[in-house]
């Protein structure tokens, strides 16, 4: 059976974050975390531990992130996706797309680790414009083609992505450890 392909668009709503009137500066008084470019890596993590906080200018609820929700830079050097914090609430700046699944034949988590796949990071990167500060625009990341399996399918890649992480957050400590046991040997042998 022929893999099922859909537009991100036909899968997901997108949006772009709030748009702020001001430059963002951290308020100690604050109480609204805001989500900017700058606290998504390229390695697609999220530094969410130190975000600037605001107090909200109206009276209006802040458009804060869902559980589900997959934010993803609109301009920069690199298109990493990444999940809505949990548990936090935190508003993202216009800097980011907020995509939102409304299929319930795909996963958030699929989703996001969709677009972190090469093939639509090629798409991104070759339907950006803009020379000084490149920029993907909501109609062409709307345009992206996506696999869709089956949601076992999806789990189980899910599934292996994980212990794919885990391996190597595991081999980075080995590696890290071996470094500190020669950096003590190398001094021994400097000493005698």
């Known amino acids: 059976m022929p893999k099922k392909q859909l537009s991100l668009g036909e899968l997901a709503d997108i949006r772009a974050g709030y748009s702020f009137r001001s430059k ?10 805001v989500l900017q470019i700058r606290d998504i890596t390229g390695g697609g993590a999220l530094r969410s531990d130190q975000l ?17 929700d ?8 690199h298109y990493n996706a990444v999940m809505a914090p949990e548990g936090v609430p935190v508003v ?20 996001c680790w969709y677009l ?21 625009n909501k109609r062409a990341l709307g ?14 890649l899910l599934a292996l992505q994980q212990q794919w992480q885990r391996e190597r957050q595991l081999t980075q400590q080995l ?9 003590g040997v190398f001094a021994k042998l400097l000493e005698s």
């Open 143 to 156: 345009g992206l083609s996506v696999q869709l399996p089956s949601l076992e399918t999806q789990h189980q």
């Open 70 to 77: 997959i934010i993803l830079p609109a301009r920069g050097d």
């Open 52 to 68: 600037p906080c605001l107090q909200w200018p109206t009276a209006a609820v802040p458009p804060y992130l869902q559980v589900g």
């Open 92 to 111: 993202p700046s216009s800097q980011l797309f907020v995509l939102t699944s409304r299929s319930r034949a795909v996963l958030p988590e699929y989703l």
């Open 116 to 136: 972190n796949q090469p093939r639509a990071q090629n798409y991104f990167l070759s339907s950006r414009a803009g020379t000084s500060i490149p920029m993907l």
């Open 175 to 183: 590696l890290d450890n071996r470094e500190r046991m020669l950096q």
């Open 24 to 33: 963002i500066e951290h308020d100690p008084r604050g109480t609204v975390p």
